[in-house]
């Protein structure tokens, strides 16, 4: 098992900045696999918003959706299981709740909330 938990979420304004969390624990949890986040606004359907590669892997590096291009970055501490997604310049179409994710096996926490007021 995995155990994924978010934090960092909250209320700011256009144009400012907010950085998520996500913890990983659990006898299954490894740095060798790919990370990620998805975002999942009122009545729309959860969607892709950044991954980044695990050690090891054969393609290391990090992978946006186009809208957060430039704006959002993705990291990791391998040292403390720890996943980041650093957001800035965030526009109002970026509330939601954010979910932290492991691709390969399916795992998810339980989402933090971003509001962003114009």
């Known amino acids: 098992q995995v155990q994924l938990v978010e934090s960092g979420g909250g209320l700011v304004q256009a144009g400012g900045s907010l950085r998520l969390s996500c913890t990983a624990s659990?006898?299954?949890?490894?740095?060798?696999?790919?990370m990620a986040w998805y975002r999942q606004a009122p009545g729309k359907e959860r969607e892709f918003v950044a991954r980044i590669s695990g050690i090891g892997g054969s393609s290391y590096g990090e992978s946006y959706e186009e809208s957060v291009k430039g704006r959002f970055s993705i990291s990791r501490d391998n040292a403390k299981n720890m996943v980041y997604l650093q957001m800035n310049n965030l526009q109002p179409d970026d509330t939601a709740t954010y979910y932290c994710?492991?691709?390969?096996?399916?795992?998810w926490g339980q989402g933090t909330q971003v509001t962003v007021s114009s």
């Open positions: 659990g006898r299954l949890w490894t740095p060798i696999y790919d």
């Open positions: 994710n492991m691709p390969v096996r399916g795992y």
